[in-house]
């Protein structure tokens, strides 16, 4: 972990809080005639959407777990900007997941409330914290680039 910005570490770990959110019954709820079915990130209930989101998550924590291991990768973009956009684009499909709401299937009518779940709201923060570590590697990554790159030049008498 000492290979690991502190930007990197909070992109590993917040893909990994979402991977583990993933498996928790707590993304979206059914109920009705007296019974509660609630389902996890990973169940049909959900949009497309969230499965997408879930599956970038792996993919950040793979480029985190290959950056820790110093395992040597050319990425066509720095690694920063890769977790940003990683990270902007699971917070982007969580809110839209958020908005859309679970897949009823036409139920509604029938009495049965279909609802979003408490991890379901959450889940954005998480891949905005993505996000964020991924900037905050980004700009470590642009104060130390060039100066890491060449010799200091010594001043102009």
Known sequence: MDKLSKGEQMVGGG????????FFSLWWKVEGGGITVRGNGWDSGLSA????????AIVALVLVGL?????????????GLAY??????ITLFLL??????PEDGGASFLGIEVSRGMF??????VGAIIAL????????ETTAGPAATGPATPPAV
């Open 15 to 22: 893909s990994a809080l979402l991977l583990i959110m993933s």
């Open 49 to 56: 959407l969230v499965k997408l989101a879930l599956v970038l």
């Open 67 to 79: 950056k820790a291991s110093g395992t040597s990768i050319t990425l066509p973009v720095t690694w």
């Open 84 to 89: 940003v956009g990683l990270g902007a684009l």
């Open 96 to 101: 839209l997941a958020v908005l859309l709401g």
């Open 120 to 125: 379901l709201l959450i889940s954005p923060l």
């Open 133 to 140: 570590g991924g900037y905050m590697h980004m700009q470590g």
